[in-house]
């Protein structure tokens, strides 16, 4: 695969170790072995992990404990701060707008190939979670962990009891309803196209009185000067797939627009490519297969619908490109990943 694999911080396992061993009796070495990662490994924010080794961890910790909402679990396990820099400024953050427009910029100072985006219009703020085509691994988990850990921060800085107008999740629902209403309320939305909370703007104007400005100023300078760092860092192959994933459901990807985009002539965007030894082509392939596994494998979306947001014309096209990635149609593919996912797991090391 031309891009890199992305990356995750390793204080992100932060409390998962006497979470495991506590609620479950497992074994995080023991996990962290079956996922190809070093047994030894601990939460260091200068240490890094892949992310997708990473979310299967999360997802074989989940099989193994017979818990569907594993990850929430984990959200509430997960200690204050346990984002270091990031996390102390966005619990320093004067009021919820600043918090979530921090979080949104500087997420990938924490984990590569996740973006957050915050939007506010007529009334209605939404903060949505897109994952990027390089994390290509189950990820229910994640998002799970990633949007209850969200809320939970919220209720404690910004107001306990504080929920969700409304929640949309892009996975099948889980065997644990209780759970969810408990933590985003009752208007709860599965197999959407995308992982989102929705709040009223009014919200956004919430207030932390343990905010401390004197310190959310020291720690942004520091955010942003690692940011800047991480900017420049950023390859061509990043930048292209991130574009082909914003444009296919519209389809208005082309190498032109690409190339605009970047602020390229398309030649100079082609030669570019070749150096990675990859071409726009590959990679709105590349790009289409990993989003047609995310959504057969993690969603009940309709094949027609799939094939729309991948920027096919019609399902035949889908049909025929599914063929040539996995040798079979995309409702046979679909049809064994469920297999997969419902057959016992007594020893499965997760690849």
């Known amino acids: 695969m031309p891009a890199s694999e992305p990356k995750i911080r390793s204080n992100m396992l932060a409390g998962l170790e006497p979470l495991l061993a506590s609620r479950y009796g497992l074994s995080l070495p023991q996990l962290l072995s079956d996922c ?27 099989m193994r404990s017979g818990d569907a909402c594993m ?23 004067p009021d919820l707008r600043t918090c979530l427009e921090c979080l949104a910029r500087y997420v990938r100072l924490q984990c590569d190939a996740v973006d957050f985006h915050l939007t506010d219009e007529n009334g209605v703020a939404s903060f949505t979670v897109e994952c990027g085509p390089a994390f290509v691994a189950p990820r229910k988990q994640f998002l799970e962990f990633v949007m209850s850990l969200t809320v939970v921060r919220f209720g404690n800085e910004f107001g306990a009891g504080w929920v969700p107008l409304r929640a949309d999740f892009e ?36 207030r932390s009185e343990a905010a401390d400005e004197t310190l959310f100023a020291l720690l942004k300078g520091v955010v942003e000067r690692e940011i800047a760092s991480l900017d420049q860092k950023q390859g061509i192959i990043w930048e292209v797939d991130e574009h082909i994933v914003t444009s296919l459901a519209m389809r208005a990807v082309s190498l032109e627009s690409a190339a605009k985009k970047l602020d390229r002539t398309p030649r100079q965007l082609q030669l570019e490519l070749k150096k990675h030894n990859t071409t726009f082509e590959d990679e709105i392939g590349r790009v289409r297969r990993s989003l047609a596994e995310r959504y057969m494998r993690d969603s009940n979306m309709p094949l027609t619908e799939i094939a729309l947001l991948l920027g096919f014309s019609e399902l035949s096209a889908f049909t025929r490109a ?11 593919w679909r049809q064994q990943q469920r297999a997969n996912q419902a057959a016992p797991t007594d020893d499965p090391p997760i690849t």
């Not at 509430?76 to 701060?81: C, L, Q, S, V």
């Not at 985003?184 to 703007?201: E, I, K, P, V």
Request: glycine content about 12%.
């Open 36 to 62: 190809g990662l070093a047994t030894d490994l601990q939460p260091d924010p200068a240490v890094t992990l892949p992310l997708n080794s990473y979310s299967r961890l999360l997802e074989l910790a989940a």
């Open 71 to 93: 990850g929430l679990r984990f959200a509430r396990a997960f200690p204050r701060g346990g984002m270091h820099a990031l996390g102390f400024l966005i619990l320093n953050a």
């Open 322 to 332: 599914a063929r040539g990635w996995f040798g079979m149609p995309p409702s046979q």
């Open 171 to 206: 996975y099948r629902e889980p065997g644990c309803g209780g759970d969810y209403e408990t933590l985003f309320g009752r208007n709860l939305h599965f197999d959407a196209r995308q992982t989102a909370l929705w709040l009223r703007s009014d919200v956004l104007k919430s």
